[in-house]
């Protein structure tokens, strides 16, 4: 099953690289590159030694090789005038003129995995039950100093992966910052280790939460969909 190409992702660019690797058996990883674990079966990196990625994680490679059944494949060059070059590429205003400063690449779909729903946000399984989802991301970019807006509301089940700079995603018990009640840090290449959300009767539940950016930031947001 050699993935003989990537397939690059419309948000691709000079920017920030992005592709995504199908059924990959032993791709070459020649650059530093920040890989994301996308399916629900391990995926597999290293160079002499392999290791296991988990399901919803990632890591940065610096060579070696990368297997996996679903794969993004995250590059940067440089980090000189990400807000500018964001903005030049085209990337969304989320809020307008009138808010925090938060960009929006295109999203871009990226493939279906089979899930069962409980099992990946930690609940009890009874019974198991295996689910087609479809995967869709895109990348945001926010200045240092950013709270990118406390929300509660998502009809999918939701991860973040780190590209460049510092951030954090926070949780809150109330649409209030003095609200907060867990602070994860995330530095560039690190995904929040478990979806926010809980399965209530089939819809996704989520607690106030938000992004913050700590420096400026690119950070990748991951998106699953019930079929």
């Known amino acids: 099953m050699n993935v003989i190409t990537a397939e690059k992702l419309n948000f691709d660019s000079e920017l920030v690289g992005a592709m995504v690797l199908r059924d990959a058996d032993a791709f070459p990883i020649t650059e530093r590159t920040t890989v994301v674990n996308l399916a629900q079966t391990d995926a597999y990196v290293g160079t002499t030694q392999l290791s296991p990625l988990p399901p919803l994680s990632s890591t940065v490679l610096v ?20 807000e500018q070059r964001a903005r030049a590429l085209g990337w969304l205003d989320f809020y307008g003129a009138d808010g925090p400063v938060l960009l929006k690449s295109q999203q871009d779909t990226v493939g279906t995995v089979t899930i069962d729903r409980r099992a990946v946000l930690h609940q009890p399984v009874l019974p198991s039950n295996p689910e087609r989802f479809t995967v869709k991301a895109n990348l945001w970019f926010s200045p240092a100093g950013t709270d990118c807006g406390i929300h509660n509301l998502h009809p999918f089940i939701e991860v973040h992966t780190q590209v460049t700079g510092l951030g954090r995603m926070q949780k809150f018990d109330d649409k209030r910052h003095d609200a907060l009640y867990e602070d994860q840090l995330l530095s560039p290449g690190t995904t929040n280790p478990i979806p926010f959300c809980i399965d209530v009767d089939g819809e996704f539940t989520y607690p106030w939460h938000q992004y913050r950016a700590d420096t400026d930031c690119i ?6 969909h019930a079929i």
Not at 63 to 82: F, K, M, N, P, R
Request: hydrophobic share 50%.
């Open 63 to 82: 060579s070696g090789t990368v297997s996996g059944e679903l794969l993004l494949a995250l590059t940067v060059a440089d980090e000189v005038g990400q």
């Open 219 to 224: 950070w990748l947001a991951l998106e699953y």
